[in-house]
């Protein structure tokens, strides 16, 4: 950082920032007046992050956006040659080829999706870069925008709201039922570019889906912030999945903001992977689950070199008989810490909740804390949690390696039946890929 | 609360306070020195208590200090009325001529102790006063007093640091084993009187002795603020047990602060019981521990009335092979809430440690918040948590009612069973007074 960023400059590009995504999303006003009140709320609203300081942060802000991907991306041969690379390396172009149908692209500054979706549009599955949903839908994305977070509750918000950019509309028709899993792809090209997309999630009732993200970005050369904010609404009876894989880059900050309503009899369960070479990644989903509703967050966490995790979670049980998992196994080496701090509350009767979290420590220098927290105001609920945090059983090694395996395979295994519980709910065939990520990882090959 | 108390009345009354316990304690300069520059500290620290306003306690402290108890207690026979009734119906006093030989009664402001354990000093074992330890060991006293708190650390530490008057001054010499008990009862006669017993604990290597202490105040009339401070060290294999009995009335703040040295291989078991008819409790011991020690921390609360309950406690596991377990039971009645948040650190290899907490809620008005913390920075340490809340199931109370036990009766045995496995390490003889506490509490005769 070799410049000092004012407050003042910050504004002046947050603002300038506002008028061209105006002009070039032809964004209908009401939408870039949020972004004005956001800007507003910007200087006043608390900066909580542990990690960025302010000025840091206005140093994300002031870095000019600077386009690096085509413009147009049909298939994934379309790719520049490191991302293809990457993704050949992780299997992901093959089972693309074989299972996964709907694919969609974000790029620094857009969405990038292709033609088969558009047949599915007919059916009631909307797949929108979230600027053309607020041309095409205002009154649905009126109605969904910015209605679970409040644009001052903090610098980060504010600044998202200000300035998002990209993000995925998805809207899922009443009844419908999705049998392909829909990918989508994060990219970052540009050093200290603050990627902010908007996720809105709309499943009508009884639906079901299954979407999958990938996040990755190899072409980066500075620091670099990722500040994307999900919105999602679960009608009765939806059944929904979200299976998010985050493989940044060790310079890149992820701020996942991440809000969901799940109504009554809905189920939700969200699996994320989040691999171990970025700079930072601090999150803290909230889910409001109504009567009878059930709400899974589990989170697979490989800490490497200085990476930072810290992952929360609130589960506001609400509804009578509504149920919540937030569960996370981490496995950490070098000097990379791992936070984890869930919270259910529950406020209705019958209702049930259960946090686990378990760490393998793989280096001396690693650093495991997790903070659960309970909080039952009824007499009813079910409460629940359990920790541990422990290295790999010497015994369980030389066992393995008794039977003929050297010890980074035996570690490769042990890891694997650490985690594998975790990934009961990914299908199959992308099970592969996330599994030969975990192996790379653990033997340093990622 | 009728009459505005500024921060310069407060600091007035305080300096007054001083002044008398320094001339009444014909107290050493250097122990008035550290008294004067903890009021010094008074002003600036720091006032966290989430319970207590800042203006509540400059009023506990404004209120006069006077006196009830008879000045001097040589047996039990010599307690108030109201205070030997209670202590009959607890079973103390029957136990105390059967079992235990040490009796020390903390009354406002001084303790009077029996003629047994004069006896015993010769042997090496010194239970005194603490202003009476400041004459007598200066030495002694001067290394041990405020080396585990600081009096700027908060408004609290900061007054009972000015105002300590009373507590006991235990020193067990090297290799003593104290084959009995040792009791100590706390009495609050008076008031918004601020009772500020500092306590200070040395067992030297290879000791053994287990203290107890028995909270009431059976005769106050508004609301009172109990503040005291142990500072206790336990050098290499010392065993040292303390069990504390807490039964406050319900207009009683207390605050215990709690801080202990363990050495390398001591062992340190720490038992107490709240009984539920306080105002509110709020403490967070800190243990360090050395190589090969062990802290326990069992504790048993039985949340009444609006009792507010906010137990912590930080084991800090240092040493290598350190272990320390932070075990909580709550059954929780009527509006009360109950908070847990109980932290163990694992800085050195091979430690251990564990925390779990379970709470049966008994009303749909009770309230749990539990918030474990494990923080790991070693990778061979062990570290895990686990909770449950929930209620009385339903099954199993038709079962015992089925085998002819009225509701009372069966809730009674079921509390039992569920609170019985945290008294392991009680003595039998005094096990009996305990249970005897939980069942008139759980039926409502408290």
Redesign the interface.
């Known amino acids: 950082m070799t410049e000092t960023i004012t407050m003042a400059d910050a504004k002046a590009i947050i603002e300038n920032q506002i008028e061209e995504l105006a002009r070039r999303n032809k964004e209908p006003e009401w939408m870039t007046k949020i972004r004005y009140k956001a800007l507003e709320a910007f200087e006043r609203a608390p900066h909580k992050d542990p990690v960025i300081s302010e000025e840091q942060l206005l140093h994300f802000i002031a870095k000019p956006e600077v386009k690096g991907l085509p413009d147009h991306i049909e298939s994934l041969d379309d790719l520049p040659p490191e991302m293809k690379a990457l993704l050949d390396r992780l299997g992901i172009s093959e089972v693309e080829q074989k299972y996964i149908a709907g694919l969609a692209v974000q790029t620094d500054t857009g969405v990038i999706y292709n033609q088969f979706l558009q047949d599915w549009a007919k059916k009631g599955l909307i797949v929108l870069p979230t600027e053309e949903a607020v041309r095409k839908y205002p009154d649905i994305v009126k109605q969904h925008f910015l209605k679970l977070f409040r644009a001052d509750e903090s610098k980060l918000t504010a600044y998202h709201t200000a300035v998002w950019n990209g993000g995925i509309f998805l809207y899922v028709k009443e009844g419908l039922k999705v049998p392909f899993p829909l990918h989508l792809f994060f990219l970052i090209q540009e050093s200290a570019l603050a990627q902010a997309p908007h996720i809105i999630i709309i499943a009508e009732r009884n639906t079901e889906f299954h979407l999958i993200e990938g996040c990755t970005a190899p072409i980066l050369l500075k620091h670099s912030l990722h500040l994307d904010m999900t919105e999602a609404y679960f009608h009765e009876g939806a059944k929904a999945q979200l299976t998010v894989l985050q493989n940044w880059p060790e310079y890149v900050h992820t701020r996942p903001m991440t809000r969901a309503k799940v109504g009554r009899g809905a189920r939700f369960i969200n699996t994320t992977v989040t691999l171990g070479s970025g700079k930072s990644n601090i999150g803290d989903p909230h889910y409001w689950v109504e009567e009878g509703g059930h709400v899974e967050l589990n989170g697979i966490i490989l800490g490497q070199k200085d990476f930072y995790v810290d992952l929360g979670g609130r589960m506001f049980l609400q509804g009578p008989g509504a149920s919540g998992i937030n569960a996370s196994k981490a496995v950490i080496m070098d000097e990379s810490t791992v936070v984890t701090r869930g919270i259910i509350e529950?406020d209705a009767?019958k209702t049930k909740g259960h946090i686990s979290c378990d760490?393998l420590?793989?280096?001396?220098k690693?650093?495991?804390?997790?903070?659960?927290?309970?909080?039952?105001?009824?007499?009813?609920?079910?409460?629940?949690?359990?920790?541990?945090?422990?290295?790999i059983r010497e015994e369980e090694l030389f066992y393995l390696m008794s039977r003929g395996l050297d010890e980074e395979k035996a570690t490769q295994l042990i890891v694997k039946g650490f985690l594998d519980p975790m990934l009961k709910d990914i299908p199959m065939e992308f099970l592969v890929e996330i599994r030969k990520i975990i192996e790379l990882a653990v033997s340093g090959g990622m």
Not at 361 to 364: A, G, T
Not at 376 to 384: F, K, P
């Open positions: 529950a009767p760490a420590l793989m280096s001396d690693a650093v495991m804390e997790t903070y659960p927290g309970l909080i039952s105001r009824v007499d009813d609920a079910e409460l629940s949690h359990e920790a541990a945090i422990g290295k």
